[in-house]
Structures are given as C-alpha cells and as structure tokens.
C-alpha cells in the first residue's frame, strides 16, 4: 500500500529531470533526487516503521492480559507467528526508506520482502480461522500466486494492491465460514479504513495510521481465535 505516494512522486521527479535538460531519463538523476521517491519524509518513514509495531502489541495485549479469554492456544498462536514474521522485513524496508538509502522505492528487494511475508501473514491467519484444511490450502495456494507476482517483472502496482486486499479478504472470509461474523465485518472494516487512509495520504502520515488501523484488524482476528479455539471446534 504503500506504493501510491511514491509513485506519483516518481513521475513528478521524472517530469522535473526533463525540465532540467536530461531528456527524462530517470538513471541521470543524482542520487539526493532519486532518493526522493518515497513521498514521504524521513520521520514519516521512521513513524511507518515504529507504528508496525502496533499489531504485535496488539498480540501481547490479547495473549497476556486476556488469557481468561481463551486468547493462548494453536489458533492464536499462528497468528501472532505470522506477524512477528512480517514485522522485520516491513520496519527494514521503512528504515531504509528513511535513510534514503535506496534508489527506488518501488523497485527493490526489500520492498518485494516486505509484501512477500504479508501474504505469509495472510497465509497464516487464514489457518488460523479456517474452519477446513480444504479452505486453508486453496488460500495459500492462492497467495503463493500473489508471491510469485510480486517477484515478477510485469507486475503492476493495482495487481499488487488487489492482491494484498484479496489474501486480506481471504482470511476474513475463512472466520465468516466459521461462523465469526465480527472478524469479517469489523475486521474488514478497519482493513478497508486504513486502506483509505493510507491513500489519502493525509500529508504523509497516512501509512502510519493504516498500520494503526491493522492492529485493528488483528484484535478482531485474535479474538475469533479465541473463541473457535475455546469451543467445541476441532482444529480443522
């Protein structure tokens, strides 16, 4: 998501580097104007990795002030698994970003490493609701595509996005079949919100608040674990 600023930046540097008589051609920029294309400034980029914490705080939260919730077994476990991998691949790519240290914002490994392992956590959270191994597997496949995408030249930034909301939509619609209304609608809705969010830029800082807004989604997400684990459900 957060591809949108940097790439209208992109074409405003690119457009700037005409002016100036070097035909347009991105490659002759110096290195201070390439490394502009991020949109943001370094304290938003540092904001984009500190609030990538939220969600994992959220896990903390829920596995150890709640337990007398059913919040620590199998199911809740795996999600909390699936953020803690996601979470140092996003906060380096930030971290980069901030120390302008890469070329391009759109065009590099640890960018592609960062929404790579969001579908990881896509991946893990819908076995974490699934109410079936048949869904469980039929979604990971699915995002295995979006991996191999994301890794691929002619990938484009809506495919991208799309992608990312369709594992998001996935592992909500796996708690939905298991009957957890709240993960899909709530969850959904502070998905879709911090999607809005983060587009609208709000002067920067909207990405920071999407990540807030993820930790929202987690809360719902770990919640319905909690309760299918604490019922009558078998695993899967």
Known sequence: LQEGGAMVVQRRTKREAAERGTGG????????????LAGMTPMQEVCNAISMLAPCLVC???????????TRGPRTALL????LLHLPFSV???????????????????????????HVACVTSTWALSPSAGFAILASTLNMYFIARLWSESNTLFERMLNIGLGTFLYCLAGLLHGEYAV???????F??????????????????MHVCIGGVAFQCLMAASRIQSGDHPLW
Not at 96 to 106: F, G, P
């Open 25 to 36: 051609d991105f490659d002759k920029l110096t290195c201070a104007e390439a490394r502009t």
């Open 60 to 70: 903390a939260y829920v596995w150890f002030a709640l337990p007398h919730l059913g």
């Open 80 to 83: 909390t698994i699936g953020m």
């Open 92 to 118: 380096a790519y930030h971290l980069l970003l901030a120390r302008r240290a890469l070329r391009d914002a759109v065009a590099n490994v640890p960018r592609k490493l960062d929404q790579t392992f969001i």
């Open 184 to 190: 899909f609608f709530y969850g959904g809705s502070w």
């Open 192 to 209: 879709l919100a911090g999607a809005a969010i983060m587009v609208a830029h709000v002067g920067g800082w909207g990405h920071s608040i």
